[in-house]
């Protein structure tokens, strides 16, 4: 055995060594996801949502950097709770996103149960089923922004049906405030059908053949073997369609944006439109902030209802099978 040079013997029992050793040690890697996790929670959810409820409470404008910031107390949630802006803007949101996650819903279901019964082709149906919500969606924006022109191709198809009505039955989509609100609630609905196709198609395969079979041979028909065996079974995979869309229909902003930018007048206006509006045109960023908080707690309220439910459908469910 050769001798080791101190040059060595330093390097072995050096800093970088003693942490390469440290390093190694299987507790250590016991530790590192959750510092990982723990430290991207907090900066990614925890630093801003402190930060956010912070500015809710300031007196605060950002177009007047010399005007020193102070705290107001619940000044800004009683101005937004008195702001008959806001409460309308909410509720066209709750307007939209009920109709659109409706349609959503029942147009996902039908299609996920005939693809479901579908044998052949079966991948082509899904791949062309999917591909409207791999759209980017400012592209469906703009596409339907072309779609609904006064003389674009859907007032086009309309056009035949003035000899039989004997009046001009073209409709100004983004001009007129109910064509314009139906407009927005087409295009969501156009986009995230897929989603709600996706869910309900995975509920679909996941139905145990076992029970299916059972009632066939008992003599149920089709639509009795659906109604009795099917659909409660796919009651949780319904809640989680109703959750996880809702979700979403209630940040609705893109369409607004490209489509109307909350008009005409104010009739497109959602509740992510408004804040949008008011901070960043008219830099209300105590007032937004405040308003964020307040829709944080009506919508987690809303979506852990609607998870309650999920989670007591299924206990009663694995009872009913233990049973």
């Known amino acids: 055995m050769t001798a080791l040079s101190g040059v060595e013997i330093r390097a072995r029992n050096g800093p970088f060594a003693r942490l390469g050793a440290w390093l190694s040690q299987e507790r250590v890697f016991r530790w590192i996801p959750f ?86 082709g079966r991948r082509i149906y899904i791949t062309v089923f999917l591909i409207p919500m791999m759209v980017v969606p400012v592209v469906v924006g703009y596409n339907f922004s072309m779609i609904y022109i006064d003389h674009g191709p859907l007032n086009q198809l309309l056009l035949p049906l003035t000899s039989i009505l004997g009046i001009d039955p073209r409709i100004r989509w983004l001009s007129d405030p109910l064509a314009a609100q139906w407009a927005i609630i087409l295009a969501d609905v156009w986009q995230w059908t897929s989603l709600t196709f996706l869910i309900f198609l995975s509920g679909f395969s996941a139905l145990p053949p076992q029970l299916i079979n059972a009632a066939r041979v008992m003599g149920a028909s089709r639509w009795q073997t659906f109604w009795w065996v099917e659909l409660p079974l796919l009651k949780p995979v319904i809640v989680i369609a109703v959750v996880v869309r809702s979700m979403e229909a209630l940040k609705l902003f893109d369409p607004v944006v490209l489509l109307t930018f909350g008009g005409p007048g104010t009739s497109t206006q959602t509740v992510a439109y408004y804040l949008w509006e008011q901070v960043w045109q008219f830099n209300k960023f105590a007032f937004g902030a405040a308003a964020s908080m307040l829709l944080l707690i009506l919508f987690s309220t809303l979506i852990f209802t609607g998870i309650w439910l999920m989670m007591r459908e299924r206990t009663r469910l694995d009872r009913e099978r233990a049973s």
């Open 35 to 120: 510092v990982l996790v723990e430290g991207t929670f907090i900066l990614v959810i925890i630093i801003p949502f402190l930060l956010t409820i912070y500015i809710s409470f300031l007196r605060w404008r950002a177009n007047r950097p010399f005007e020193q910031a102070y705290l107001s107390g619940f000044r800004n949630y009683e101005a937004v709770l008195s702001d008959t802006g806001f409460w309308a803007a909410l509720g066209r949101t709750f307007y939209f996103a009920g109709f659109a996650v409706v349609f959503e819903l029942v147009i996902g279901f039908l299609l996920a149960m005939l693809v479901h019964r579908v044998v052949r």
